[in-house]
């Protein structure tokens, strides 16, 4: 089993900051891409941040200049650092891992469960 644990998501004004966490664990052999997607109501879930257990990245648009991944490889943790929220920022955002499952040899996608992040005052 393999489980994405999400937190830090919450209300925060126009303008203020958040950062969330995901920490992956279970049987894991390897971890290549973890990320970050979001999906406002009425939208598809789009790409927000990913970064490679090299530290390549990769930003949307949107997100450039204001957001920030991180990860820990050591203990299998990504992070995102929200910084001048705007209110098209709100939505529900799941943490992904690209992961080679430990017993299978399988490469496949994990997601977390999904944190809310709503910009409003």
């Known amino acids: 089993q393999v489980q994405l644990v999400e937190s830090g998501g919450g209300l925060v004004q126009p303008g203020g900051s958040l950062r969330l966490s995901c920490a992956a664990s279970?049987?894991?052999?390897?971890?290549?891409?973890m990320g970050w997607y979001r999906q406002a109501p009425g939208k598809q879930r789009e790409l927000a941040a990913s970064?490679?257990?090299?530290?390549?990245?990769t930003y949307a648009d949107s997100v450039k200049g204001r957001f920030t991944i991180s990860r820990d490889n050591a203990k299998n943790t990504v992070f995102l650092q929200m910084n001048s929220l705007k209110p098209e920022d709100t939505a529900v955002y799941y943490c992904?891992?690209?992961?080679?499952?430990?017993?299978?040899?399988?490469?496949?996608?994990?997601w977390g469960q999904g944190t809310q992040v709503t910009v409003s005052s």
């Open positions: 992904n891992a690209n992961l080679r499952h430990a017993a299978t040899l399988r490469r496949d996608n994990y």
């Open positions: 279970g049987s894991i052999f390897s971890i290549y891409v």
């Open positions: 970064i490679t257990s090299s530290g390549s990245l």
